[in-house]
């Protein structure tokens, strides 16, 4: 399989260098584009394989998968440019918010289309990847799921989710970003060095999520191993939720849709 990145952002860049610490795709078959060198030159000193290019349908003619990596804003007009061939080719489409429908409006309805949102973490292969399917075989499917699971983890989920499971992966990320830049300000306050607080922080978080991931238990009944009666997490929990840690969270991934 021969893919086309349109766009070496920092979603099309990240996508690029994850595709090439997997074993699905050769670096040699993948082709990025993008209108300056920067970003494409820096691809290259990544990987030397890297195909680039300043033209987008230069890229695609060949391309057995394009994956459409942006501004949303853009991609009618990119759309246009490549004379994409539905009969051919799989559209994958990385630009937030735009349906299904309207890619038809441009293509054709006939077309073989995924919507996948995955986050920024795809470039150390540790991504949460969406992916909705139009027009797609059990094998089209099986392959995209594929070649985003070794980034990470990829689940083929219904258009209508969409909006939501993006609040919860792409948009979160920043959520828990959020609250690891929090807990490190208070490990300052109380007499931690920065990068330390960072990393007990960090792997604090990174090991919360070990264990739900690999044990497939509820947060709750993790929670509960930790709080004692009278100890200090459970007062930790307690100031949590007075000062509406849990309503917040909520309150942020519901706006985020």
Same mark, same amino acid.
């Given at each position: ?74 991609? #009618? ?121 960072? #990393? ?34 459970? #007062? ?17 991934? #519901?706006?985020?849709?």
């Amino acid at each position: 399989m021969k893919i086309a990145i349109i766009g070496a952002g920092n979603m099309g860049g990240a996508i690029a260098r994850g595709l090439v610490q997997g074993t699905k795709v050769k670096a040699v078959n993948i082709t990025v584009t993008n209108p300056t060198n920067g970003k494409l030159d820096a691809l290259k000193s990544f990987n030397a394989g890297i195909n680039v290019t300043n033209s987008n349908h230069v890229a695609a003619e060949t391309a057995d998968v394009i994956i459409l990596a942006v501004k949303p804003w853009l991609v #009618k007009n990119v759309l246009e440019g490549i004379r994409f061939n539905s009969e051919k080719q799989i559209l994958v489409t990385v630009a937030a918010g735009v349906p299904f429908t309207e890619y038809c409006k441009i293509i054709g309805d006939e077309a073989t289309i995924f919507r996948v949102i995955p986050n920024t973490a795809i470039s150390l292969l540790e991504s949460t990847t969406l992916i909705a399917s139009y027009k797609a075989s059990k094998e089209q499917e099986q392959y995209i799921l594929d070649l985003f699971s070794e980034m990470g983890l990829a689940m083929i989920i219904n258009e209508s989710q969409m909006s939501a499971a993006t609040a919860l992966t792409s948009c979160g990320i920043a959520y828990v970003l959020k609250y690891i830049h929090a807990a490190v300000e208070a490990g300052v306050e109380m007499g931690i060095y920065p990068k330390d607080a960072q #990393k007990m922080v960090a792997q604090s978080v990174k090991g919360a999520a070990e264990l739900l991931l690999q044990n497939d238990t509820h947060p709750a009944i993790e929670i509960d191993k930790v709080t004692t009666p009278g100890g200090l997490t459970i #007062k930790g929990l307690n100031e949590l939720e007075h000062a509406g840690f849990s309503s917040a969270i909520i309150r942020a991934m #519901k706006a985020s849709r």
